[in-house]
Each structure stands twice: as C-alpha cells, then as structure tokens.
C-alpha cells in the first residue's frame, strides 16, 4: 500500500456515521459525518487533506443506510466493499476485539478490510436500483396500510374513522401505482423479466416474491457461492456464545437481510406443500421430532440455494433433479437448536 493509500473503515447508522482512515499498522484516525450529501462532501475534504488518491472502503451490509455513501465513493473511483455483517462480527470476536452490543465500529471494519481484502462492490445497474426503490417505497406503503387497519379496528370516534378509511384508500392506490410500475419496469428490461421467469420456475415463488427477491440480492454475480448468499440472507447456522464460551447448539444466524428472509417464509410453506423433495424433507424432519419452525428454516435455507442456482446457471427449476439425500438432512441439523 503507497502512501496515498489507505482503508477506510465505515460504521453506518441513519443520520451519520463514522469512518475509521487506516495507513498500513498505524493507530486509525476516526471522524464522524453526517449521513446526506454534504457529510459526503465533508468526506471527500477529509480524505484529500490526507493526500489520499484511493482508499478502499468497508461497510457492513445493514438496511440502506449506507447505499448513497457506498455509491458516492464508487463514484471518485475509490474501491467499495459491502460486508455482511457476521463476517466482520466473527473477525471481532476472534480478535476479542467486540465492543459492549457485539457490533463491529469503524476501526474494527477497517483492519476487517486490511486483513482479509474483500472483494469489490459494484452499484446495481440503473433498473435494478429501480427495481429496488419501488420494492421498498411497496414494502414501506403495505407498513403504513397494516398499520392503518390495525388502527380501524380499535378507533370508536366516527370522525378519525372516516379519515382512516380515506387514508387506506389513498394508500391502497398508491400501492396499485408501485406494483403496476414494477411490472412495467419487468417487461421493459428482459434481463430482469429472464430473471424474474427463473425465479418464478421455483415451487412457491410468483412474481410479486421474485421481484422482492430480485431487488434485495442485486447482481447475482457479487455472491461466489450459494453459502455466501445464505449469509448474506442470514440463513446460515451460528453458534452463540459469550466470550469463550458456546450457548446450546446452533441456530439460524439472523444476521442479515430481514426483507429476504421475509420473502422467502411463505415460499418455504408453499413447497412443503408442492414440491416433492421438499414435502419429503419436511416428513423426514418432522419424523426426527423436528418441530415446524426448525423445518421451515432448513426450507428456506434450501430455497435460497436454489434461487442462487438458477439465477447462476439461467436454468430453470426441476424440482425431478433436486436430490435430498441423507447427506445433506446430516448436514442441515447443523442448523437447528436443540429440541425443546
């Protein structure tokens, strides 16, 4: 690494955040801005009072918080990395190194990405971040009209109930104009309409669920391996422990995308229901005295597997060629807490 050089550790949050400039072994310099464009800007100042040229930046991989500022460096050339967040959590804890809540800080993030070098994030193409921002102003608008109903049910005043029931008018049109511009946007782009038909192929997965699905993986192509797209999903097992010590057995790690998951609850239930191999996993599961939840996350670790195949290979789902042999039920109780 030359002396215009460096990593750059970021700890989003989102109104700020703050960014940990590591050179080579020395102690980190950390400042805090703010998370809109002028702390950017204020970013960019920094950085250059440095005398810095490329600084190749880290971030966890939490909500949307951190896209503009991720997008913004791309922007200058600097190269950007978006980690999930059990990785750089794994790297703390080896290190003991955790701070008081387990979450990684900037410099923890920032000799992340000097050991282990992350690979480098490239922003979604212009119909996929429109794909993404109409997949979460829908999921913001269908929150607001849950919440509005949940109102309704227990308001007594005529007057506040007529306002509710206008709002969820308004409400439900809006959300009408946001599904009709997502298919819009489907049949506009053929890439994402292959996509999509790839993931639709898949037992319990329409296309209201594929566009979800599409929208928070991105390019497919950032993800090396199925395992990498369960983390990333937080469908992976993790063992929980405090300090040295090991809690139970494992379970699913939720560290990670919570829309994904969401998205993939009700497809789990579906194939149980529809697809052979997998109503076959559930009897065995549920034979081993597995309860439905446990069975229900082993499902959906298989899905997201499979939406990785398809999307990887552009081959639709044959759900004839989808072996589950015993091998893999072992390997899958991994994933599982203990019975009660």
């Known amino acids: 690494m030359s002396e215009k050089e460096a990593i750059l550790g970021i700890d989003i949050s989102k109104e700020k955040f703050s960014a940990a400039l590591l ?7 950390v400042k805090e801005f703010a998370n809109n464009l002028e702390g950017f800007e204020q970013l960019k100042k920094w950085l250059e009072q440095n005398q810095l040229e490329k600084v190749h930046a880290c971030l966890e991989a939490t909500s949307t918080y951190g896209h503009s500022v ?3 460096l791309h922007s200058l050339d600097h190269i950007v990395s978006i980690v999930n967040p059990a990785r750089i959590k794994g790297f703390a804890q080896r290190r003991l190194s955790r701070t008081k809540n387990d979450q990684a800080d900037a410099t923890t993030i920032a000799r992340f990405c000097l050991a282990l070098k992350p690979q480098a ?4 193409s212009p119909e996929m971040a429109q794909l993404q921002s109409y997949s979460r102003r829908l999921r913001a608008l269908e929150q607001m009209a849950t919440q509005e109903k949940n109102r309704l049910k227990t308001t007594v005043d005529e007057s506040l109930i007529e306002d509710i029931e206008a709002h969820l008018v ?3 049109t809006q959300i009408d104009n946001v599904k009709k511009r997502q298919k819009e946007l489907l049949n506009e782009y053929s890439s994402l309409k292959s996509q999509a038909d790839l ?3 898949i037992v319990g997965i329409g296309e209201p669920t594929a566009m979800t699905i599409l929208a928070e993986i991105g390019d497919i192509n950032q993800f090396s391996s199925a395992r990498q797209l369960a983390a990333f999903a937080g469908l992976t097992p993790q063992e929980h422990q405090s300090g ?3 809690k139970g057995k494992t379970r699913l790690c939720k560290i990670g995308n919570p829309h994904l998951r969401k998205a993939l609850y009700f497809p ?3 194939s149980m229901r529809h697809c052979s191999p997998m109503k076959d996993l559930r009897e065995r599961f549920l034979e081993a005295g597995k309860n439905k939840m446990q069975i229900v996350g082993v499902v959906m670790h298989k899905l997201i597997r499979i939406v990785y195949g398809v999307l990887k290979s552009g081959k639709p789902f044959d759900q004839t060629k989808l072996a589950l042999p015993n091998v893999v039920l072992e390997e899958e109780t ?3 807490p203990a019975s009660p």
């Open 244 to 246: 040295t010590s090991v």
């Open 170 to 172: 308004f409400l439900e």
């Open 268 to 270: 789990a239930l579906s």
């Open 334 to 336: 991994d994933f599982l």
């Open 23 to 29: 050179k080579g072994e020395k102690k980190s310099q």
């Open 121 to 124: 994030w490239t922003p979604p």
């Open 70 to 72: 991720a997008t913004y």
């Open 199 to 201: 993931l639709t192929s």
